[in-house]
């Protein structure tokens, strides 16, 4: 990022944090992907929260941001496990914020199995979670009882640009890995879920004359995928025994162990987050031997049968930076309007969304930086 645009970014966050400024002090904790230009967000928040810690997500860090997070703030490691068993979840956020108001900031619902332990035995109050992904929103809605406020990003129109550039660039990088070893996406159909990544994915493939079978369990997104012209799979395991390329968008598990077999020979498969969310590859079956076969490419194989998979199973996008542009900026700025939400201290426990009037200011302080 050159100095100028760093410097304009500085300059938007600083308006927005003008504006959200918090009703009284909170802790927080953030989970994030690490990417090139976090480093100002992570300032951001540190302005409206006493930001106790970074979490990055492990497999998107990279290593200049983090180093210069960590002149701000440090970096803790995380993995799933240590929010899973909420005796460890509630040793980790004692030893950082024992006693305070605390604000949690998620990507993907990490904090969501530990939460209601947390509520009940944590030594200070937990003021909330805002939560950044689709797939993060359904693991806290899911919960028996919501413990307390959940804001979502999740479904937000300003998240809108992010999941439609997403979209894009997982295209992208999965065509990139395929022509590396002389395969092209022409010629090879694709499956592919309808929900906000996957109608992107979907489209931008249609686009540049792919034929696309949507397999959705949501009987309203196959409506919605038949309306647009596109295929629609009745048949799942017909499906994927046709498809070259397998592209899981659901945030929950897209293939399990049984599902490998019907893969079509040399099919290519590519998630849009990450392998423990959507591959259960601990059941694929011992038989299948996995030899990379070129960048960010491992080919699994036994008598009679042998597909791709493309970066270990993780989010393909992330091989070549996942970047959205200014875009992912709204949706940050609309992070930040949800920890003032909670810091009021005046929501009922459950799901809640940004006001529209807050997105509106949002969207015109960025046109404002960015529409240039």
């Not at 760093?6 to 009703?23: C, Q």
């Not at 914020?97 to 605390?102: H, N």
């Not at 990088?173 to 022509?179: H, K």
Request: hydrophobic residues 40%; charged residues 25%.
């Amino acid at each position: 990022m050159e100095t100028f645009e760093r410097a304009r970014l500085d300059a938007f966050f600083g308006r927005i944090t003008a504006a959200v400024e918090s009703a009284g002090p909170v802790a927080s904790f953030l989970i994030t992907h690490l990417l090139p230009e976090r480093p100002a967000f992570v300032r951001a928040v540190s302005t409206v929260s006493d930001l106790k810690a970074v979490l990055p997500k492990p497999k998107s860090i990279d290593p200049v941001a983090r180093r210069e997070v960590e002149k701000v703030v440090s970096c803790d490691p995380l993995t799933r496990e240590m929010f899973t068993d909420p005796d460890t979840a509630l040793e980790y956020v004692e030893s950082r914020a024992a006693g305070q108001d605390l604000v949690l900031l998620d990507v993907g619902g990490y904090f969501a199995p530990s939460l209601e332990e947390l509520c009940a035995r944590f030594s200070g109050r937990v003021l909330g979670v805002v939560e950044d992904t689709e797939n993060g929103h359904k693991r806290y809605a899911e919960l028996d009882k919501v413990p307390c406020p959940v804001v979502s990003v999740a479904r937000s129109p300003l998240k809108d640009p992010e999941d439609f550039l997403v979209g894009q660039s997982v295209v992208f990088s999965a065509e990139a890995l395929m022509r590396g070893r002389g395969d092209i996406l022409h010629g090879r159909g694709a499956l592919v879920g309808f929900g906000k990544l996957g109608s992107s994915i979907a489209r931008l493939l249609h686009a540049k004359g792919v034929k696309v079978t949507v397999c959705d369990i949501d009987p309203v997104r196959q409506a919605q995928a038949l309306s647009q012209g596109f295929s629609v799979a009745r048949d799942r395991d017909a499906a994927l025994r046709e498809a070259g390329l397998v592209l899981c968008a659901t945030g929950a598990v897209s293939l399990r162990g049984e599902d490998f077999s019907s893969l079509r020979n040399g099919a290519y498969v590519a998630t849009v987050t990450s392998s423990e969310d959507e591959l259960d590859l601990a059941a694929l079956p011992e038989v299948y031997s996995r030899t990379p076969v070129g960048d960010h490419v491992t080919r699994y194989q036994t008598t009679g049968h042998y597909f791709y998979l493309l970066n270990d199973g993780n989010a393909v996008n992330f091989i070549h930076g996942a970047s959205v542009g200014p875009f992912i900026f709204l949706v940050q700025a609309e992070i930040l309007a949800g920890v003032r939400m909670l810091a009021r201290r005046d929501l009922e426990p459950g799901m809640h969304d940004v006001r529209r009037e807050d997105r509106a200011t949002i969207a015109a302080t960025w046109l404002n930086y960015f529409n240039r």
